[in-house]
């Protein structure tokens, strides 16, 4: 019932609604009245499959026939490196069949911090599925892969395998570090596109790319020197986000806030620190050379009154206004700042005046410009103060002893609990510190309106639409980028200094050739964004006019997480634009992020985190511990995780496949929802996959005799299946068409299972006219085909077995069969560049053929669905109850005349079962 309703939810057509809404009506009455007895659930034992053989790379497997029960490695075994020996997954190989229209998708880089997860495996089988559909539709497809050098994330993993042996990055010095950085890098690098075979995605790894190779890194030179001489980068002393752990700055993305309550504690700074603290502190007014009074301030950051400015009021707070143009006394340095009046001040929060610190704020650091005020920072890059009696202090501890100096001097007015929020590193967790640092920075304001326009005119599609709000709102209040980080690893910035100026160049000769002289290159490196804004067409050889730019850009799709839609889309909109004058491509589709089971994000802290690979070919219990114990995590992130990994996999994860991977992922996504994925979900589909190779199994093992005659009524099954196809031939494809993944895996499975073998193959039993036997074999293949893109493993087993038996042979010519001849089927080398199905013609009679076709199966349906209804036993004959509660069913059928004035002459039960007595 849960299917139906869901199906429902998800049905566009009217029609189709409207017959899934009577079907589930019936459903539910039908269950009223039956007497329903709880079953226990059955435990299901683990199912333990073989590797398949060994194979010489590129060497093509010999499958002359189905044998056994379906073994997801041994079926899987084999096929991807001969697809890739073969080229199929080339533009160049599709030049063979092409209609003249193009398809590109360059993949989404996935980090070298580590191996893929189950996020970049829904990734692959979203951009995949579309990919193989276009491939076979005669596109000329290009499908780009590569890999990210992220720079911040990955020098943070080395840095932890260093400290494990004792070892800092200072220790070994920049070249030093930067070898074992690349070490890491070729490790997982070749692990990540490891991995993507065996989840089938169809990359062609001959233009495989990374964010650092030699041709990549000089497309970021020239795109920063472009972006220099349109004077859209520039180099300025602003304020920044710093990380004292990582030593280096971090983007507004990169950061996140801890919503925190009174006097809450975090970790920080190798201490623990209470936060959620608000000091009011009392600051003499001076006017004319004579104190004239004392105000209030709020501040949760007492230690940051030695860099005080000023003190600002609200310009319409008309207790303050008269202070306008008089100076307040700094309480800790006697220092006389200015009072100034600016809308920075909320009238309501605290005492409505502000301490303007512009070295430590960002609001108090637009104020400072504004009204040309002293920038004084009063901490270090390791968060020490630099000021003060608690010079040398670290930040809170100084806090701590700034606040008991108030308190003694007799300025601290009260401390109060105060519930705020907590600016963290993303990476490290630790409190992140705003700091004025002269870096490079990337102005945005005029390529974000171009992006803003591109999306509001229509010539960027966002999917789903209501991810349009969130990309406006951001692109509308964008500010500069900060591009330098103060790390070694990631792309130089191609500046050099010499004589306190700096020069811009593609090279160390043409800065020097600026200069004059001798010059020194920018030690810091670039924010990992900007190289993977330049990833659309960078990858495809700019800035040099190549083969594949001309043919491949602009791209036509970008599938991606929603979570990175600012981070990296919005950037690679604004590159795009700014570099090459054109989008990057036409439609950008958000995937939703992929959550356990209990709908919790996944980490490895949690042990919830799922390798793609586990689910494929199986692992067990203790070998997910033991990777815990190889990896980054803390003991205690270790023991938290693997009590999670023993309760949720007891006995480890079984054997499941690639296919029933990527087909319990594609009938999960849906569009605007985040996914929650479980084990037994994938399981799930590995038995629909096990029903495909059965149901394939059975119209393989078909012959036809020369003697054997359909009935009027089995001839009017073959045009009944042979229309449902035509017609989950035209919704599969118009579902693809319009990224509605969950509802093709819906029809492909229905069709399979509830359609073809619940049904088709039950009525087929015993038949052995070569009419029949043809429309089995057309039917399978077809099949075979149109499910190739969400099963691409499993159907080229069965393809290549179906080829091995009836290429050549018309079913209906064999043993000199006096029929109709029709033309012989094209067999393909492979079936990833079969021609993709379209829609049959319609049998004129379908319509009528189709309700008495449904009529059957409704009685006999409605018997079988409630014996076995989700895990409930009837008391009562269920075949009975069917027909009690059905009469106008029953006379209907009794009734109604198929073609050639074939009738349904009874119906009776014998033996548990409904049988059909056909009057010929």
Excluded at 153 to 177: H, I, M, N, P, Y
Excluded at 607 to 618: A, E, K, L, Q, R
Excluded at 693 to 722: H, Y
């Amino acid at each position: 019932m849960d299917e139906i309703q869901e199906a429902i939810r998800t049905e566009t057509d009217e029609r189709k609604r409207a017959k899934l809404e009577k079907k589930l009506a019936k459903l539910a009455k039908f269950l009223s009245k039956a007497k329903i007895v709880a079953v226990p659930k059955k435990e299901r034992k683990k199912i333990e499959f073989t590797e398949g053989e060994v194979l010489a790379p590129g060497e093509k497997k010999r499958v002359e026939k189905l044998e056994g029960q379906f073994n997801p490695l041994q079926v899987e075994n084999g096929w991807f490196s001969w697809w890739e020996s073969q080229g199929f997954f080339t533009p160049e190989y599709q030049q063979k069949k092409n209609n003249g229209q193009v398809f590109t998708i360059v993949l989404p880089p996935p980090n070298v911090t580590g191996s893929l997860h189950i996020g970049h495996a829904m990734m692959s089988a979203i951009e995949d599925v579309l990919v193989r559909m276009k491939r076979m539709q005669g596109y000329k497809t290009l499908f780009l892969p590569g890999t990210d050098h992220a720079g911040i994330a990955t020098q943070v993993v080395v840095e932890k395998c260093l400290a494990k042996e004792g070892v800092s990055r200072q220790d070994l010095g920049r070249d030093k570090f930067l070898e074992r950085v690349w070490a890491w890098k070729e490790a997982y690098g070749h692990q990540i596109v490891s991995q993507f075979r065996r989840l089938g995605t169809s990359l062609d790894f001959t233009r495989e790319k990374f964010t650092m190779d030699p041709e990549l890194s000089a497309a970021v030179t020239e795109a920063f020197v472009q972006f220099y001489e349109q004077g859209l980068i520039y180099r300025g002393s602003r304020l920044v986000n710093w990380c004292a752990k990582i030593q280096t700055t971090l983007s507004d993305l990169e950061v996140d806030y801890a919503e925190v309550q009174p006097f809450e504690k975090i970790k920080t700074d190798g201490g623990e620190y209470a936060f959620g603290r608000l000091f009011t502190v009392r600051y003499e007014i001076e006017k004319e050379g004579k104190i004239q009074g004392s105000v209030e301030v709020s501040t949760t950051r007492p230690e940051t009154i030695f860099g005080d400015a000023a003190l600002c009021a609200n310009p319409s707070d008309e207790r303050y206004t008269a202070f306008a143009g008089s100076f307040a006394v700094n309480p800790l340095t006697n220092k006389r700042i200015p009072f100034v009046l600016d809308e920075a001040a909320e009238i309501g929060f605290g005492t409505g005046v502000l301490k303007i610190t512009p070295a430590h704020d960002l609001v108090d650091f637009a104020v400072g410009e504004k009204h040309g005020l002293e920038t004084v920072s009063v901490l270090d890059e390791n968060n020490r103060m630099t000021v003060g009696p608690f010079k040398g202090e670290l930040r809170f501890e100084a806090r701590e002893k700034t606040a008991a100096l108030l308190k003694d001097l007799g300025r601290l007015v009260r401390e109060e609990g105060h519930e705020g929020r907590v600016p963290l590193c993303s990476r490290t967790g630790e409190v992140v510190e705003p700091r004025v640092l002269p870096q490079w920075w990337m102005r945005c304001e005029g390529l974000a309106k171009q992006a803003l326009e591109a999306s509001e005119t229509g010539n960027l599609e966002i999917v789903p639409e209501e991810m349009k709000k969130t990309w406006s709102a951001w692109l509308s209040g964008i500010r500069d980028w900060c591009l330098s980080r103060q790390l070694w690893w990631g792309h130089r910035i191609p500046a050099y200094t010499a004589n306190n100026k700096w020069y811009v160049a593609r090279s160390r000769e043409e800065a020097e050739k600026q200069a004059g002289c001798p010059v020194v290159q920018e030690e810091d490196v670039l924010d990992t964004w900007f190289s993977s804004g330049l990833w659309p067409f960078a990858t495809l050889g700019w800035p040099n006019q190549t083969e594949d730019i001309k043919t491949h850009y602009p791209t036509t799709l970008l599938e991606t997480g929603k979570d990175i839609i600012f981070f990296w889309v919005a950037r690679m909109v604004m590159m795009g634009l700014a570099l090459t004058g054109t989008l990057p491509f036409k439609t950008v589709l958000m995937h939703s992020i992929v959550r356990d089971a209990r709908g919790e994000k996944m980490s490895k802290s949690k042990g919830n985190v799922i390798d793609p690979v586990d689910v494929i070919s199986g692992t067990t219990l203790k070998s997910l511990i033991e990777r815990l114990h190889s990896g980054n995590l803390s003991e205690e992130e270790v023991k938290k995780a693997t009590k999670a990994l023993s309760e949720e996999y007891p006995q480890g994860i079984e054997a499941c496949g690639s296919d029933a991977l990527r087909f319990s992922l594609l009938a999960s996504a849906s569009l605007g929802r985040d996914v929650n994925l479980s084990i037994e979900k994938v399981s799930s589909c590995r038995r629909f996959c096990n029903k495909v190779w059965n149901g394939a199994k059975f119209a393989l093992a078909q012959q036809p005799q020369e003697s054997a005659k359909a009935s009027a009524l089995a001839a009017s099954t073959d045009r009944w299946i042979e229309s449902k196809l035509s017609e989950t031939v035209e919704t599969v494809t118009s579902a693809l068409e319009s990224y509605n993944f969950m509802k093709a895996a819906t029809e492909i499975q229905q069709f399979w299972v509830g359609d073809f073998c619940d049904f088709y193959l039950e009525m087929f039993k015993g038949r052995k006219d070569a009419a029949g036997v043809a429309t089995l074999r057309k039917v399978a293949r077809t099949y075979m085909v149109l499910a190739h893109p969400l099963l691409p493993f499993l159907t080229e087993e069965i393809y290549q077995a179906m080829k091995h038996q009836w290429s050549g042979t018309d079913p209906k010519k064999e043993k000199g069969l006096e029929v109709e001849p029709k033309p012989e089927v094209d067999w393909a080398e492979s079936i990833t560049v079969e021609g993709y199905p379209e829609p049959g013609p319609r049998h004129k009679d379908s319509e009528a053929i189709e309700g008495v076709i449904e009529l059957i199966r409704g009685v006999r349906s409605h018997a079988s669905a409630l014996a076995s209804f989700q895990g409930v036993e009837i008391e009562s004959s269920p075949e009975t109850l069917a027909l009690e509660e059905s009469p106008e069913m029953l006379s209907r059928l009794l009734a109604t005349r198929i073609e050639f004035k074939t009738e349904i002459k009874k119906i009776t039960d014998i033996s548990g079962k409904i049988k059909f007595f056909i009057a010929e």
